[in-house]
DNA sequence: CGCCCTCTTGAGGTTACTCAAATATGGTGG
DNA sequence: CCACCATATTTGAGTAACCTCAAGAGGGCG
């Protein structure tokens, strides 16, 4: 559907927060990057790994998860393509989550060493990419408060407010339509709820004309007020420009 | 209580990360750190806000937090002395949350252009700023995680766990004994309840003989367990020695 | 001594969970 | 193209965890 160049997808991500120069855009595109494909429910790395080498998601869906001894999932981040999901891990040693794709991904690898020389040469470089995991940490301030002091209505608007948001960021969202590959029980280890609470919200949210959902794909009918019931104020997102488009 | 130079605090705690040169240990020993106090539940810095400077921790408990359109409150962390608040400012330009003390604060402040200076010259010490949020960020995944799955009970346990050993590092416990100068209501603004639901799950963790309290001070009793009860694995605190000690 | 803040207790109500089962959907092979 | 299977969604009913409201009991400080 789209990324063409794995690299490119990254420089377009970098422009949007500063200007490359030519030097930078070239180091970026020489980033040795090994392409891989990945069927739905796969883990990626596991918690206690200790991965050398990050992964840019290029096509589909990812998440990062924990669980608790008891068994229960805690989805704690959903990404999408032009993220780096365990970015964390260049700093990291071992893993303290695990990543698993949601629906079929491309996911292009990218050495821990080549991310450390081109960091060593290009102190910007360093700056957006540890920007990046600034940005990853508030979006994870903004669930935190979301499933401890919202209701699941309003967690699951505010997710999908967010959601929206980031696909349109990188081309994915049309007529206020986007391609949405996340069960419902996905959705419900993400906001914290039971799989037949996120059932009974998500018909809530179509019954009050907010939503619309074919299959996967998934419409929002009334931006301000899905803003409004879920609470959403882009600001945590750090764009440069809000998502309003 | 400890703390003589603000520098030395920042410097020892680098140190237990990679081992400084020389150099690296002087440059740091040189950053300019204005020196404040603040009474207790002050705001250090508000949402909205754009810093020119990031405030490292020196004596007493900050917290972060942030507010919902019904105007509930979620702490999404706590900070003891040596951590840096507000780091992510340096990259991020507007805040997305608030800080606020918690009890009576030492803080010192530190110009986002002398640390941008120092980053530069120092790409050791700008990895472990980076790492420094990168540990926050896990911190983070870790509260979402028990917010979102754990009963009240456990996540207290779990809570009184990472003080426990997050306070050791920097020296603050004696005897399985430190200052908790931390309200009920502040705590349950952290693990995402009730005032009233964190005063009952206290006095249960007290009846099953795991911890004790007097006036601020808080007892653990039972270690082992309190880990067991609380879900406690300190990984993702990314220590370098484990602290059992 | 009295005030304010925090902690504690009781009671009733709500959100959301669990268990269980039925229905729908989508992909696959015959 | 259809039958079949696995997976996902939907529904109902009873229950548990937790909340809100309200009021009383310390406890530290001016």
Same mark, same amino acid.
């Given at each position: 559907?789209?990324?063409?160049?794995?690299?490119?997808?990254? =420089?377009?991500?970098?422009?949007?927060?500063?200007?490359?120069?030519?030097? &930078?855009?070239?180091?970026?595109?020489?980033?040795?990057?090994?392409?891989?494909?990945?069927?739905?429910?796969?883990?990626?790395?596991?918690?206690?790994?200790?991965?050398?080498?990050?992964?840019?998601?290029?096509?589909?869906?990812?998440?990062?998860?924990?669980?608790?001894?008891?068994?229960?999932?805690?989805?704690?981040?959903?990404?999408?393509?032009?993220? =780096?999901?365990?970015?964390?891990?260049? %700093?990291?040693?071992?893993?303290?989550?695990?990543?698993?794709?949601?629906?079929?991904?491309?996911?292009?690898? =990218?050495?821990?060493?080549?991310? %450390?020389?081109?960091?060593?040469?290009?102190?910007? =470089?360093?700056?957006?990419?540890?920007?990046?995991?600034?940005?990853?940490?508030?979006?994870?301030? &903004?669930?935190?408060?979301?499933?401890?002091?919202?209701?699941?209505? %309003?967690?699951?608007?505010?997710?999908?407010?967010?959601?929206?948001?980031?696909?349109?960021?990188?081309?994915?969202?049309?007529?206020?339509?986007?391609?949405?590959?996340?069960?419902?029980?996905?959705?419900?280890?993400?906001?914290?709820?039971?799989?037949?609470?996120?059932?009974?919200?998500?018909?809530?949210?179509?019954?009050?004309?907010?939503?619309?959902?074919?299959?996967?794909?998934?419409?929002?009918?009334?931006?301000?007020?899905?803003?409004?019931?879920?609470?959403?104020?882009?600001?945590?997102?750090?764009?440069?420009?809000?998502?309003?488009?």
């Amino acid at each position: 559907m789209m990324a063409h160049s794995p690299n490119g997808l990254m =420089i377009r991500k970098l422009e949007s927060i500063f200007s490359l120069c030519e030097e &930078e855009r070239q180091a970026l595109a020489r980033l040795p990057v090994q392409v891989t494909t990945f069927k739905a429910d796969q883990d990626v790395v596991r918690i206690g790994d200790r991965p050398s080498q990050s992964c840019l998601l290029l096509e589909g869906f990812t998440c990062v998860y924990k669980l608790t001894a008891e068994g229960k999932r805690q989805i704690v981040a959903f990404h999408v393509p032009g993220d =780096i999901p365990d970015l964390q891990s260049l %700093h990291l040693k071992v893993m303290d989550n695990s990543v698993a794709t949601v629906s079929a991904c491309t996911l292009g690898f =990218i050495p821990h060493e080549a991310l %450390h020389d081109i960091c060593n040469r290009y102190p910007r =470089i360093t700056a957006a990419l540890w920007r990046e995991t600034l940005v990853d940490a508030s979006i994870f301030r &903004e669930w935190m408060t979301g499933i401890g002091r919202r209701e699941a209505y %309003h967690r699951m608007a505010h997710l999908l407010c967010e959601l929206r948001v980031r696909l349109t960021m990188v081309g994915l969202v049309k007529d206020q339509t986007f391609d949405l590959p996340i069960t419902q029980t996905e959705l419900a280890d993400a906001i914290g709820a039971s799989t037949v609470h996120v059932n009974r919200v998500l018909q809530e949210l179509r019954a009050d004309g907010l939503i619309r959902s074919k299959g996967t794909q998934v419409s929002i009918l009334d931006w301000e007020r899905l803003k409004a019931v879920g609470d959403f104020d882009p600001l945590y997102l750090h764009l440069r420009q809000d998502g309003n488009a």
